[in-house]
T-cell receptor, first 114, second 113 residues
Framework: NAGVTQTPKFRILKIGQSMTLQCAQDMNHNYMYWYRQDPGMGLKLIYYSVGAGITDKGEVPNGYNVSRSTTEDFPLRLELAAPSQTSVYFC?????????????FGNGTRLTVT | AQSVSQHNHHVILSEAASLELGCNYSYGGTVNLFWYVQYPGQHLQLLLKYFSGDPLVKGIKGFEAEFIKSKFSFNLRKPSVQWSDTAEYFCAVNAGGNNRLAFGKGNQVVVIP
């Protein structure tokens, strides 16, 4: 089983550029999440989705957008990259809500904005 | 808002030493508790969880955690660590609603052979 697959693994952006981080899961999970991880700061929730067509903001949504057209895919869009978005991004999914069901994480995308 | 505290962000110890990582949360109601681990170069994965029942829970790779409700704590322990336990460990707490989860800042653990 592939689990949660994220692409790309690494990316360097210039300020103002845009990009999409891809995330796909093959476990038929309804719940999907995007987190960012900064050193010494733990994980912060950016956006989440409870099913196809339904998305909602997390703790740090500014500067990002998401869509959920299918159960499998949950891409994260950065429209105007800023240095503050330099981080490691993790996509995750869960069978039920993350408070009652373990999260399955992807391998992460390391993004640098210069 | 709920918060999760993990102290001693960097821990360095020798193989065979005992490990205990503290996790405290600020919420007075019913909680679900998790420990996740991130090995170098890998994704986060579940180490163990507590929802109800026996407050001493056992996870993978010899880890265990104890829920002490009166202390709002869920400390992680391993009696004898190995070099392969080098990783970052995150405590996470759900308090209210099935889709809310707060992560601590993590403990970076380095085990010296």
């Amino acid at each position: 089983n592939a689990g949660v697959t994220q692409t790309p693994k690494f990316r360097i952006l210039k300020i103002g550029q845009s990009m999409t981080l891809q995330c796909a899961q093959d476990m038929n999970h309804n719940y999907m999440y995007w987190y960012r991880q900064d050193p010494g700061m733990g994980l912060k929730l950016i956006y989440y989705s409870v099913g196809a067509g339904i998305t909602d903001k997390g703790e740090v949504p500014n500067g990002y957008n998401v869509s959920r057209s299918t159960t499998e895919d949950f891409p994260l869009r950065l429209e105007l990259a800023a240095p503050s978005q330099t981080s490691v991004y993790f996509c995750a999914s869960s069978f039920e809500g993350q408070g009652v069901s373990p999260l399955h994480f992807g391998n992460g995308t390391r993004l640098t904005v210069t | 808002a709920q918060s999760v505290s993990q102290h001693n962000h960097h821990v360095i110890l020798s193989e065979a030493a005992s490990l205990e990582l503290g996790c405290n949360y600020s919420y007075g109601g019913t909680v679900n508790l998790f420990w996740y681990v991130q090995y170098p170069g890998q994704h986060l994965q579940l180490l163990l969880k507590y929802f109800s029942g026996d407050p001493l829970v056992k996870g993978i790779k010899g880890f265990e955690a104890e829920f002490i409700k009166s202390k709002f704590s869920f400390n992680l322990r391993k009696p004898s660590v190995q070099w392969s336990d080098t990783a970052e460990y995150f405590c996470a707490v759900n308090a209210g609603g099935n889709n809310r989860l707060a992560f601590g800042k993590g403990n970076q653990v380095v085990v010296i052979p």
